[in-house]
């Protein structure tokens, strides 16, 4: 294989409450056409493919800003996730693109990027030996993201729902870890490298539960049906999903580059994305099963929201296979 040349990339890092804090970092792109505008939460160790892919794997150019999907149907921004900016393109977990679009239905699904693979991080000097443990216990968590529904998976393990423990916000999350630590929290149920962290400050007093099999988080590439239904903005999605794709071979192959550019993107530490590594799975695909997760999760969050859920076959809607079809395509 031939190296692919280096696209130009920019990168606007805005520092968001859930991060480390870090620098803000500007790489101007090379070229005078107007970059594919893509968003997505830079604190995360899961944008690591469509970091590299813009930097790589791109050559048509493409700005990466902290965001997601509110920037592209032109909802207010969550506080953290950057300044509301227009997108071509954005990454969430498919938590957010089933609440966002119950207001704007013509979210598209358009690529798995990541699949993260989520755990309850617990003090076992508070009781806790088993998932039953955790009724009456306080548990860090973010009850409106996929950190809440993974929590109310695994409760539900042991008969227990999200009622039975006390949720704690703790912000920002980086400080998740020292609440465990001193004792503020009995839990932590959250993402990478958060829930690393908090394994690491509990040392000889961790006691995990794992997910898999119950919960994984589906980070997802989303645009809309108005994007697609533009030729030329199509044609440039489906070019940079091929990216992401050719990134995912590369960052799977040897992961070093991906990991020294999120850790520098989000201000992480090489330790902590080392560690966060084994708890994710970089796919760049579109799973069998991501219309049975969105199903399944869409009657939980239905609830949470006091609304009626939405069936399979209007869920379905959401998911567009034919960019990742047409991408795959190309490669060949």
Request: with cysteine.
């Amino acid at each position: 294989m031939t190296r692919p040349r280096r696209a130009p990339f920019m990168l606007l890092l805005m520092i968001a409450p859930f991060a480390s804090a870090c620098a803000q970092t500007t790489i101007a792109p090379r070229q005078q056409a107007v970059p594919l505008a893509v968003r997505g939460s830079t604190a995360t160790v899961e944008i690591a493919p469509v970091l590299l892919a813009a930097r790589d794997h791109f050559p048509e150019g493409a700005e990466v800003r902290n965001g997601g999907i509110a920037n592209l149907v032109g909802a207010a921004p969550v506080a953290g996730l950057g300044d509301g900016s227009p997108a071509d393109v954005a990454t969430h977990a498919e938590t957010q693109a089933l609440r966002y679009s119950v207001a704007h239905p013509d979210i598209r699904i358009i690529l798995t990027v990541t699949e993260g693979y989520y755990r309850i991080v617990a003090r076992r000097s508070a009781g806790i030996s088993e998932i039953a443990d955790l009724k009456g216990k306080r548990i860090a968590a973010i009850p409106t993201t996929s950190s809440g529904y993974f929590l109310a998976r695994m409760l539900a393990q042991a008969g227990l729902g999200t009622g039975d423990v006390k949720i704690v916000r703790v912000s920002p999350i980086a400080d998740m870890a020292t609440a465990l630590a001193r004792g503020d929290v009995d839990a932590v149920a959250i993402w990478e490298p958060h829930s690393g962290n908090a394994a690491q400050a509990l040392g000889n007093d961790l006691v995990e539960f794992g997910g898999r099999g119950i919960y994984r988080e589906m980070f997802n590439l989303n645009t809309t049906a108005d994007n697609l239904a533009n030729p030329e903005r199509r044609a440039r999605i489906v070019a940079f999903v091929r990216a992401i794709m050719n990134a995912t071979d590369a960052l799977n192959t040897d992961p070093r580059q991906a990991q020294a550019l999120v850790a520098h993107t989000a201000g992480f530490t090489s330790d902590e994305v080392a560690r966060s590594w084994p708890y994710l799975g970089f796919r760049a695909s579109l799973p069998a099963d991501l219309l049975d997760v969105l199903t399944e999760e869409e009657e939980w969050l239905a609830v949470q929201e006091g609304r009626p859920a939405r069936g399979r076959a209007e869920l379905g809607r959401l998911i567009d296979r034919t960019v990742y079809e047409e991408a795959a395509k190309a490669r060949h």
